[in-house]
């Protein structure tokens, strides 16, 4: 009766420290979506950009994505999307297409792919800012 016992406890307890593990990472996944939600987008101006092709990434778990951004005569023509782990916003993947079309980052998000929305127009901002930067004299 104690062997099985034990057995009870201990699985028990392999049930407990499971259940904490996941109530913290829901819990940091709830914070990095609430962080997600308040971002703010930066005012790019494109008429200071040198044709080219420039990469950008940005990621906030558990979404990320890695893009690579075409600009031709001061406007965004390509978008290419190189990497999104996005768990279900798979949605957002069409984003890239919306910007392309509308040339620039002034573009709404996927209904019920917002967050993978946010990092993909992230990353894509993150490639621009990037090249603004170098263009303008800064270090990045």
Request: proline content about 1%.
């Amino acid at each position: 009766m104690k062997k099985r016992r034990k057995t009870v406890l201990v699985v028990l307890a392999v049930i407990a420290v499971l259940v904490i593990i996941a109530v913290g990472a829901m819990q940091r996944l709830e914070s990095n979506m609430e962080e997600l939600r308040e971002l703010t987008f930066e005012k790019i101006d494109l008429s200071s950009m040198e044709d080219g092709n420039y990469t950008g990434s940005f990621s906030s778990f558990p979404v990320a994505a890695e893009v690579q951004v075409t600009i031709e005569e001061q406007a965004i023509t390509k978008v290419e999307l190189l990497e999104h782990s996005h768990g279900m916003g798979e949605d957002a993947e069409v984003l890239p297409a919306i910007v392309e079309e509308a040339r620039n980052l002034d573009v709404d998000v996927i209904s019920g792919a917002t967050y993978s929305s946010i990092v993909i127009l992230k990353a894509i901002e993150d490639a621009l800012i990037y090249e603004q930067e170098d263009v303008n004299g800064r270090s990045s």
